[in-house]
């Protein structure tokens, strides 16, 4: 267990105050990201993990967003308690954020080398010229080809994956510490998506830095993780390395989540689909929030909220009935 | 002839170009060749899986098919009949037979209907139903079978979530009791957890009323999934076309084995091969001479920049089109 | 966002509850004139009465609440009923240019091709002209009287919901639900009127509740100007052009004859304003949800 944690995220609360209620995004979240690592996030929509990636880059609109409780320590400073001021410090040079719709995020009337420039010239203590330079240097980094011509071309020249390389560009021109990678690819076709995913993960080794991938696509948690937390309705509900996770998931949401999607590499008669609706943040059940489609919600379910528990070493479930869960394993590698 | 009857559906040649128009007069300067010479067939009862990138023209084919589109050339045969010499009248009534499921839940449902109006709407277009009651009766019917309850006929699309409204677009489709149904990406709008449900409902009416499915996407494990046979399609072509498990297990098509390996698999200790295509898919606009896949095919050799590969049968009703394989 | 929340909101806007207060003001006077303010003559009720020949307006009395204007017309008996007359002509133009510009509109957005074409160049000839200038002139050609004012507002009005319904309709158009209504077999007509129309009815409400300030100010105009109502008739506008010799004023006092402008005046204001505010809370209350 090491000390040296990139990102330490404690009981983070981000709250949404509206019209129509309180929608509590974000409900007591904690995890860490080590140096170097890719944490993946992994849920559907609703479940929070847009929110807690914009929470950490203190990118949430307020109002009606705010962050009710809890800290994130980055290199253990807490950024919930800096200004704002202090915050662009760190967006963009220790900490960068990349979307998932490359087109939305490049601004139409820059050129790309003008937008990875900017980065550049707010953080860096260069000339225009030097800059100019680096950003050729990230676009040949990030794969893309006669760099020198690219760099003064604008978006809408640009292909889907290309333009997510200048995100890439972009995020990475100061050398961060921490990528966040908010759906980088479900946007893009398969084969741009594999060659994104291949990029990002030599990026990686070559920038030793770490990254938090959030997306609801498990083939690409499996890919590119190497812990994961998965979350449902604003809280992790599963929290462990990504071997064990696909191995011996102990959340039934997890489990559930990995029976009901078709597998290219199995044949399966009919998919196991989890019943029942996402829940809307709005109106969210009592109890274990994810106690309306469990197949082993009990009583207790209904009205208790499980807390987050270690329940084998390094391997954290917050479920009341962990042991059915198992039992149901069992009785099918049985059969 | 007893193989001939078999085919619900048979595509002839098809093409379907949208005029690109520039100027003050509106010249055509150029075609967007969306779809571009496809031909294939759907047996009755089975379900053929259409899979691509953006691009490839595979919602086009779809929505041409259904005359939703008017096709630029080809033949559209379905049950005996070819829908393209179809005058309007001929056209609605087929329409009773072939139906489509959009992909996008929320934008396929007109806001300001109520959902027995949205389901009921085909019922009352082709007089399927004598009076209000009826067509109310058959509407809760059609409800029930999708998994929806009655109570939900009055209410409003933006009610509903997702997965919920596209049962109603399902319910919609099923209406008027149609042989095919040309599903558009059906799932893909969808969470993980709602998709397997939508997935599952689609297979259950088929068995139940005996449905023929063109099923179009871009997850092949979906695809996998649901399909008898498949087929891909490339920038507006078909580049391979075979029975589901021949597909995955022996794909004969440079794209279609860059596609494959290309697929993240949901198991951190899958080892694989992994292909990766070079640059981006092109545009319909402008595409590559000879084979469209040649700038991107890790094989290409000459031949391919200069001439098209011919859609061929390489045995059991595999088809392929590469000029690698003929070489063979 | 269904009529019920829309009337709703439109309460609980302050904007719009001060347009409604006002309009519901208007329209009370409206129903109740022939009480507040009895006709001499009931068969006649639109001509206001004199009470007298004299050509200085008399300042507001006890007898004439509003004063009287040049050739002693009641102001008072003017404003009361020259509010009936001003709903007629706002619902009247309104209405019928409305009907007008969506039946354009509609068959130019859904048809597209060189029909659009030639309806559109007709509706840009149509508003190149300057509004007023056509209105006078086809006014002077009909002949005066305020029915003709209708006509020329109306044969002059319809331009602007034409092309705001054919925008609505080239958008709407390619919704996936009115593909999806193709496909079930549905015919041009039905949707036209159940698909695109009922979605598009919105943004034209807005316009429509706008336009009903401005027409009766044009019609005012008209009036002023002498080609509207009759002489003598219970109008704003023929209120107005009986002040033309007055407004400034007799000798050394400017605004010694204050009356005869400014009640006549305050009522078109006041009514073009609690429409406009009408049709600037539906705006605020249906966009964000079009959105």
């Known amino acids: 267990m090491a000390e040296n944690k990139l990102i330490d995220v404690n009981n983070l609360k981000t709250y949404f105050h509206t019209e129509e209620g309180t929608v509590k995004a974000v409900d007591g979240v904690s995890f860490e990201i080590y140096p170097g690592e890719t944490l993946g996030v992994v849920g559907e929509s609703g479940c929070g993990k847009s929110v807690t990636s914009l929470s950490i880059m203190r990118l949430i609109e307020s109002p009606p967003g705010k962050i009710e409780e809890g800290e994130i320590l980055f290199n253990g400073k807490d950024l919930t308690k800096l200004s704002q001021g202090q915050m ?8 960068s954020m ?15 080398g003008d937008q990875i420039m900017e980065a550049i010239l707010i953080h860096k203590n260069v000339n225009k010229k030097q800059a100019r330079e680096e950003a050729i240097n990230m676009l040949r980094k990030v794969g893309i080809p006669l760099p020198e011509q690219r760099v003064d071309e604008y978006p809408h020249q640009l292909s889907g994956g290309m333009r997510q390389r200048i995100m890439i560009a972009m995020a990475l021109s100061c050398d961060p510490q921490l990528l966040i990678a908010d759906e980088p690819t479900t946007a893009l076709d398969v084969t741009i998506q594999a060659q994104i ?16 991938m959030i997306t609801h696509d498990l083939g690409v948690i499996a890919e590119v993780s190497d812990r994961v937390a998965v979350m449902y309705a604003g809280k992790i509900v599963e929290y462990t390395d990504v071997k064990t996770l696909y191995a011996d998931p102990k959340h039934p949401y997890t489990w559930g989540l990995m029976h009901s999607i078709p597998h290219i590499e199995k044949d399966l008669d009919r998919l196991e689909a989890i019943p029942g609706n996402v829940p809307n943040p709005l109106d969210f059940p009592d109890g274990c929030k994810y106690n309306t489609r469990c197949p082993f919600a009990t009583d207790k379910c209904r009205v208790d909220e499980p807390d987050i528990e270690e329940v084998e070493e390094g391997h954290y479930s917050a479920c009341w009935h962990v042991d059915k869960l198992e039992a149901k394993k069992s009785e099918e590698k049985g059969a | 002839m007893a193989v001939e009857q078999e085919r619900l559906l048979e595509i002839k040649n098809l093409r379907k170009y949208f005029p690109v128009k520039e100027g003050v007069f509106r010249k055509t300067v150029a075609h967007v060749k969306a779809v571009d010479d496809i031909s294939f067939y759907i047996k009755k009862g089975e379900t053929l899986g259409l899979v691509g990138e953006s691009g490839c023209g595979k919602s086009t084919a779809g929505r041409t098919i259904l005359r939703l589109l008017e096709a630029t050339e080809g033949e559209i045969w379905f049950e005996g009949k070819n829908l393209l010499s179809l005058d309007k009248k001929e056209l609605r009534e087929m329409r009773k037979e072939m139906q489509i499921i959009f992909q996008d839940p929320y934008a396929s449902l007109n806001p300001r209907m109520t959902v027995a109006d949205i389901v009921g709407e085909p019922i009352d277009i082709h007089n399927l139903a004598s009076s209000k009651k009826e067509r109310n009766e058959k509407v809760a019917d059609i409800l029930d079978t999708v998994g929806l309850g009655p109570e939900y006929m009055k209410r409003y699309p933006h009610e509903f979530s997702g997965g919920q409204r596209q049962r109603i677009g399902v319910a919609r489709a099923l209406a008027v009791d149609p042989t095919l149904i040309i599903a558009d990406e059906p799932v893909s709008a969808l969470d993980v957890s709602i998709q397997a449900q939508v997935i599952n409902l689609l297979q259950d009416l088929q068995k139940d009323f005996v449905l023929t499915y063109l099923f179009i996407a871009h997850d092949l494990s979906v695809v996998k999934h649901i399909s008898d046979r498949v087929a891909v399609m490339y920038l507006g072509k078909l580049v391979e076309l075979a029975d589901k498990k021949e597909l995955f297990d022996d794909p004969k098509h440079p794209y279609t084995q860059s596609l494959l390996s290309a697929i993240p698999v949901a198991d951190p200790t899958y080892e694989k091969e992994r292909i ?19 700038p991107r095919c890790p094989y290409a050799m000459d031949v391919c920049s200069e001439k098209e590969p011919e859609f061929k049968d390489y045995g059991d009703e595999h088809f392929a089109a590469c000029h690698l394989l003929e070489q063979e | 966002m269904e009529w019920q929340e829309v009337t709703l909101r439109l309460f609980k806007n302050k904007i719009s509850l001060i347009g409604l207060i006002l309009v519901i003001g208007f329209g009370l006077i409206a129903v109740f004139a022939p009480w507040i303010a009895p006709p001499a003559d009931p068969s006649e009720p639109y001509m206001v009465p004199r009470a007298g020949w004299g050509f200085e307006p008399k300042p507001p009395s006890a007898e004439h609440i509003f004063g009287t204007a040049e050739g002693q017309y009641d102001i008072f008996y003017g404003i009361i009923w020259g509010t009936r007359t001003a709903f007629r002509i706002g619902f009247i133009i309104v209405g019928i240019s409305t009907l007008i510009g969506i039946a354009i509109g509609t068959l130019a957005g859904f048809y597209g091709g060189w029909f659009d074409e030639i309806v559109m160049r007709v509706t840009d000839i149509f508003m190149a002209i300057p ?4 209105a006078i002139v086809l006014t002077t050609i009909l002949g005066q009287g305020l029915r003709n004012v209708m006509i020329a507002l109306i044969t002059f009005g319809w331009m602007n919901t034409a092309r705001l319904m054919r925008s609505q309709v080239l958008s709407i158009k390619e919704e996936e639900f009115v593909m999806a209504a193709d496909a079930l077999g549905a015919g041009d007509v039905r949707i036209i009127f159940k698909h695109v129309i009922l979605n598009t009815i919105f943004p034209l409400v807005i316009e429509a509740s706008m336009r009903m300030g401005s027409m009766v100010i044009t019609a005012s105009t008209l009036s002023f100007l002498g080609i509207g109502a009759p002489e003598g008739y219970a109008d704003w506008g023929q209120m107005i052009s009986f002040a033309r010799n007055w407004i400034l004023g007799g000798q050394g006092n400017a605004i010694q004859y204050w009356f005869t402008v400014v009640i006549p005046g305050s009522a078109i204001t006041l009514f073009c304003l609690s429409w406009n505010l009408i049709g600037d809370a539906f705006r605020d209350i249906l966009d964000p949800k079009l959105q």
Request: with cysteine.
């Open chain 3, 131 to 134: 509004f007023l200038i056509a």
């Open chain 1, 88 to 95: 662009r410090k760190i967006r963009g040079n220790d900490i």
């Open chain 2, 276 to 294: 990766i295509l070079e640059g981006d898919v092109p545009s319909p606009v402008d595409p590559p001479s000879g084979c469209r896949f040649h």
């Open chain 1, 98 to 112: 990349i979307f998932q719709e490359p087109m939305t995020s490049l601004n139409p009337v820059y050129t790309v």
């Open chain 1, 197 to 212: 995913l291949e990029l990002m993960n030599s990026l990686k080794a070559q920038f030793g830095m770490a990254i938090m």
